[in-house]
């Protein structure tokens, strides 16, 4: 039932997997946290406090977190690099010296401040990663809001993550959950599928199309699968690049053409010294192979029209090398390292692309949320963890010992 206090707010400490009444907000919650004196590796970085629960300000709303999505966010917040996400906090007006990672969840909606109209409290809502100011005039005039200097991602970027019992988070964040999936699914899939669907029809001409190859890096992470997933759906061709054969019927059962194991290759990692004859023979006959293995695969002589990029500093000679003429390389990440090198030649003379993509707008999201409701389309979750477990499941993550597909944790769900 829900409260007829629109903000009450009591000093009872609730324990993980205890719901409070739908409307009654505590005082003080539980959450995972990082502070900058303990930034490493994710055992070390993270913490469990309880800390103050948030208040909603104008056009936000607090959820109370069924259950969140796990993704890198956390490991590169828990580093403190490529930035130091608490240094950021000023930008965005919060006044605490501690970080709430987590950027997407499965949620109900528990209170609401001024000017929300987007939702209402008792709404059961998909929280998504970006916030950004709805006000700004460069989306005021219809440009994307991932392109506005007021984007940014809800758990690294901004604080009050979806690693507590409670977040504080945009009206525009809020989804309707669909029923057909559960509290897991809806937690963990979204920041994958989204941003796989922008990177396969956000740009122009190289928007996937009936018959297209799509070389899929990380074919069973949560990213990969979906890419996977929608590529088949809109009639393309997918091949995935998976870490062991395990895996390899995984991504076949999802829709996958066929696989390439990278462990079988050696040729991996920035083009140094490549002006030395005998460096690049080495490299040149590692991407060749590749390239011979991928054409099996299709069955023809047929490159990549597009290519799922999100290692960079590993893959990404060899991903412009494989990509066909005219074809474009789009690039959502760095897991392997930020430094890309690329012999610039199969760039400009063949006239490829190469793109970044960051996240998915809402009119992504809405769109991929549509797909899933009328499709046999779903997300692959690979491992549900309780609540205890969140640092040593980041941990996994780091050292790419996690089981792939999407991850999630259980907080108000757990059981």
């Known amino acids: 039932m829900i409260s007829d206090k629109k903000e009450e707010r009591v000093d009872r400490i609730f324990e993980i997997g205890e719901i409070p009444p739908i409307g009654v907000v505590p005082k003080r919650m539980y959450a995972w946290t990082i502070r900058k004196e303990r930034f490493g590796t994710p055992l070390e970085a993270f913490k469990v406090e309880l800390v103050d629960t948030p208040r909603p300000r104008k056009g936000e709303v607090i959820i109370c977190n069924m259950v969140a999505g796990i993704n890198y966010n956390g490991v590169w917040a828990a580093s403190g690099k490529p930035q130091n996400v608490i240094a950021e906090h000023g930008k965005y007006g919060e006044a605490v010296d501690f970080h709430i990672c987590g950027s997407e969840t499965s949620s109900i909606v528990y209170e609401v401040g001024e000017g929300v109209d987007m939702c209402q409290v008792g709404d059961e809502v998909i929280a998504i990663g970006i916030q950004y100011d709805i006000n700004c005039p460069m989306i005021k005039s219809g440009i994307e809001e991932v392109f506005s200097p007021t984007f940014r991602i809800w758990g690294y970027e901004a604080n009050w993550g979806g690693f507590a019992q409670f977040s504080r988070v945009q009206q525009q964040q809020c989804f309707k959950k669909p029923q057909k999936l559960s509290w897991e699914e809806a937690a963990s899939c979204v920041a994958t599928g989204a941003t796989a669907y922008r990177m396969l029809t956000r740009w122009g001409e190289h928007a996937v199309k009936e018959g297209d190859v799509v070389l899929i890096w990380g074919g069973y992470g949560g990213l990969g699968s979906m890419a996977i997933q929608l590529t088949k759906y809109f009639g393309g061709i997918p091949v995935a690049v998976v870490s062991s054969d395990e895996r390899v019927k995984l991504c076949m059962d999802l829709g996958a053409k066929g696989c390439i194991n990278r462990k079988e290759y050696s040729h991996w990692g920035p083009l140094e010294n490549y002006t030395d004859p005998s460096v690049y023979r080495n490299w040149l006959k590692g991407a060749l192979k590749f390239r011979r293995e991928l ?37 959502c ?43 046999v389309i779903s997300p692959v979750i690979s491992k549900v963890y309780q609540w205890n477990d969140l640092a040593l499941a980041h941990q996994y993550l780091s050292e790419n010992k996690h089981p792939g597909g999407n991850l999630a944790v259980l907080i108000g769900a757990s059981k």
């Not at 990549?304 to 690039?331: A, K, N």
């Not at 930020?338 to 960051?358: F, V």
């Open 295 to 331: 054409w099996n695969i299709v069955g023809e002589k047929k490159e990549p029209r597009i290519v799922i990029e999100h290692p960079g500093e590993s893959t990404l000679p060899t991903s412009v090398f494989v990509c066909d003429r005219g074809g474009m390389v789009v690039i």
């Open 333 to 375: 990440a760095g897991t392997s390292g930020y430094t890309g090198t690329l012999d610039l030649r199969y760039l400009w003379l063949s006239q490829k692309r190469l793109q970044g993509s960051h996240a998915g707008t809402r009119n992504d999201v809405g769109a991929f949320l549509d797909i899933l409701e009328k499709s």
